[in-house]
């Protein structure tokens, strides 16, 4: 019985167990799922996606004005006293009338009192004919905000891109930094194994045997450093890609595909006609011109249509009903000198944003020839970085084989260990920017689609 109870305790923990791994398991992601994660889930993106509902909501709005305006009205009032008196006789005849009868007549006694109180209900509909070009261009101003706002979003999904690589990249690398300390200290645990021997032999003195301890010790702190690095960047990925609460972690295949600079070069010019940024800046300049003529209907008449149906009942017991059409222009007079000032501003600004257009521009030829730049220098620095490997084994495989044969000491050989392991980080972290330094070209030239 007690068997039976002790192997049905054994299996709840089992089970608790196996629940609670599958609920903590830890989640591997690719950069191309991290990316899609982030353009989804990202403040950024988020709030760049509302910025297109919020300028599609004004160009409904804009669209909306080339419509009828059409209100509804209802008045009821009540008075202390008619709001008209009409007098049947004057004062002269009411005289007269009194000398006739022998009245006491007076004059309120011959006026008739007219609207004490009064309802009406009423429909208006108004058509604008000519506004001078106001209605027309605030709608291609608002179709050019959401044509903006799309914009907007593909720089800001763009800068997305780069800040999860740079991320994902920085811990990949940092894992690489571990996996090469960790091939280091199983490196220094076989030299650490010769120096015992050969001190035990007499061959050497202590000092080989605490050297090697001593640079395993420093290893061992280089390691934590790497593991808490690590950790934080992991959840620093995992706030940028919207996961805050999941315990993710890059995949660890280091992607060593190193393309020659020349073959994703392209022309500058054209590279800047991809861009982004620079549609904005064409927009920004349609802007002002748009916002200059609208200036320029404000001290223009307005002409318009109406219609007007009422149903009222006011000096008669009965309901009347009434249909009225109307035309109405409104010229602004006073705001002709005024507005004309505004009108001035708006050209001002316009030349501005055609200034600040050309000075962009320049800026961003700049731009994409320093990632250009900066693409061959990682470029070239993984080849260096490479190079510095194979050199870095080579020694480090002769100093062991002297050592052996004591010919060399202990302090050459830890030394020529350290030149590996740092070729090897080198290495690493020269593939990592080199990889940034072709996503920032290819999404700085227009080609965001290839940038994974």
């Not at 709030?47 to 919020?54: E, K, N, V």
């Not at 020269?430 to 994974?452: C, P």
């Amino acid at each position: 019985m007690t068997k039976m109870k002790n192997k049905y305790i054994i299996a709840l923990l089992l089970l608790f167990n196996c629940q609670f791994s599958m609920v903590s398991a830890q989640r591997i992601m690719t950069l191309a799922e991290c990316v899609d994660a982030a353009r989804k889930k990202n403040i950024s993106a988020k709030d760049a996606q509302h910025d297109i509902q919020m300028a599609r909501e004004q160009q409904k709005l804009a669209r909306t004005k080339y419509f009828p305006n059409l209100s509804v009205s209802a008045f009821h009032f009540e008075s202390s006293d008619y709001l008209a008196k009409y007098r049947v006789l004057d004062q002269d005849e009411i005289n007269q009338l009194n000398a006739d009868m022998d009245g006491d007549f007076t004059v309120d006694d011959f006026t008739i009192g007219i609207i004490k109180k009064g309802t009406s209900t009423g429909l208006t509909l108004i058509e604008p004919l000519y506004t001078g070009g106001r209605v027309s261009n605030y709608n291609k101003l608002a179709d050019l905000q959401v044509n903006a706002r799309n914009l907007q979003r593909d720089v800001t999904d763009d800068q997305i891109v780069m800040d999860t690589e740079f991320l994902y990249y920085k811990t990949l690398e940092l894992h690489e930094t571990d996996k090469t300390l960790a091939a280091f200290e199983k490196e220094l645990e076989n030299i650490h194994q010769d120096a015992f021997n050969a001190w035990e032999n007499g061959i050497v003195n202590k000092n080989d045997v605490l050297s090697v301890e001593l640079a395993q010790d420093h290893l061992s702190a280089l390691r934590i450093r790497a593991t808490n690095g690590c950790n934080l960047l992991r959840r620093a990925l995992a706030k940028h890609i919207g996961m805050p609460d999941e315990d993710i972690d890059v995949d660890t295949t280091l992607n060593k595909d190193i393309i020659a600079p020349e073959l994703l070069a392209v022309n500058i010019q054209s590279a800047l006609e991809n861009r982004s940024e620079t549609r904005l800046l064409d927009l920004l300049v349609e802007k002002s011109v748009l916002e200059r003529k609208i200036a320029a209907a404000d001290m223009r008449p307005i002409l318009a249509v109406g219609a007007t149906a009422s149903y009222s009942k006011l000096a008669s017991t009965d309901w009347n009903k009434r249909l009225m059409g109307f035309v109405t222009v409104q010229i602004p007079l006073s705001t002709f000198w005024s507005e004309r000032h505004e009108y001035k501003r708006k050209k001002i600004e316009e030349q501005k944003s055609l200034d600040f257009r050309k000075d962009k521009r320049e800026l961003i030829s700049l731009q994409i020839q320093d990632a250009y730049d900066n693409l061959v220098s990682t470029y070239k620095q993984t080849q260096v970085a490479q190079k510095s490997i194979a050199r870095a084994e080579e020694n480090m495989r002769i100093n062991r084989e002297h050592y052996r044969e004591g010919l060399t000491t202990m302090t050459v050989l830890l030394d020529a260990q350290r030149q590996q392991q740092q070729a090897m980080s080198q290495y690493n972290s020269a593939v990592s920017e080199y990889l940034q330094a072709k996503t920032r070209y290819l999404i700085l030239t227009g080609r965001r689609q290839n940038a994974l």
